[in-house]
């Protein structure tokens, strides 16, 4: 018998129903989550491991990215409406926003080192640079790891869903 939801916003996994508070969860959980969790791991993985600060972003995004998959597979498993209710389009709302912000520093002080400090690789040399990264690439970054997490967990399921019906082969 396979294992009933934690939690059930619906009445079965595959209803078209889109509960809106489980929408508006997964909207706080994918960005704000990742944001939380990602730093937690990212700060505990540099100070353990001596990490220079030269060298915080191959630690940052692979972290986050992680941490991002990691809860959005763990949701769909908990919520299994997540699918359908937007946790595949999780990602349009941060990408959207840290893409108008990009856009709007670009068309007023164009590509300069600062941009690609503040947004895109943190440059400790050059001072109050990073915020960008932190609460605009870095919760897109995550949120977009969220929906594949989402996705791949529904395809694991489906999978081994059709692999239990399957008869065993002829001998």
Known sequence: MP?????????????????????LL????????GLVLG???SSTIISTFH???????WVWYPTFCMVGFLIGNRTQTFFPLARTTGGRWVWIAPVATAAMVFVSV??????????????????PQIPDSGLGILFFTL?????????IGVVT???I?????????TPPPLK
Do not use: M
């Not at 997964?26 to 989550?33: D, E, H, L, N």
């Not at 919760?139 to 929906?147: H, K, N, R, W």
């Not at 399921?157 to 059709?162: G, S």
């Open 139 to 147: 919760p897109a970054v995550s949120s977009c790891s969220y929906s």
């Open 3 to 23: 294992a009933q939801p934690y939690f059930s916003f619906g009445s079965s996994c595959d209803t078209a129903s889109s509960p809106v508070a489980l929408f």
């Open 153 to 155: 967990q529904r395809r």
């Open 106 to 123: 670009i068309v007023s002080d164009g590509i300069t080192d600062r941009f690609i400090s503040n947004f895109i690789v943190w440059n």
């Open 51 to 57: 990490v220079q600060l030269d060298w915080a972003n």
């Open 26 to 33: 997964q909207q706080i959980i994918a960005p704000v989550g």
């Open 39 to 41: 730093g937690f791991f």
């Open 157 to 165: 399921r489906e999978c081994w869903k059709d692999r239990r019906h």
